[in-house]
């Protein structure tokens, strides 16, 4: 089973890079306050480096 993340919906700022870096996993689409999480069958690199490059920090693994 993949690894389970989520996206904090009060810290995000709207930015879109988490979809452009993995669109599999993170929808955004102009017009929408937040991103979101529409699958986990993604690779951690990733994931990883959506969450690394979120400005508003917002994207967590569950687990932690």
């Known amino acids: ?3 389970e993340f989520h996206i ?3 810290d995000c700022i ?3 890079s988490c979809a452009e ?3 599999d996993c993170f929808r955004f689409e102009e017009g929408m ?3 979101e999480v529409i699958s986990f069958d993604c690779p951690e690199e ?3 480096e959506a969450m690394d490059a979120c ?4 994207i967590f ?4």
Do not use: S
Not at 55 to 58: I, K, Q, R, V, Y
């Open 33 to 35: 306050e937040v991103a």
């Open 14 to 16: 709207a930015d879109g």
């Open 21 to 23: 870096i993995c669109p």
């Open 1 to 3: 089973m993949a690894r």
């Open 55 to 58: 400005p508003g920090e917002c």
């Open 8 to 10: 904090v919906d009060e």
């Open 61 to 64: 693994w569950k687990d932690e």
């Open 46 to 48: 990733l994931v990883q």
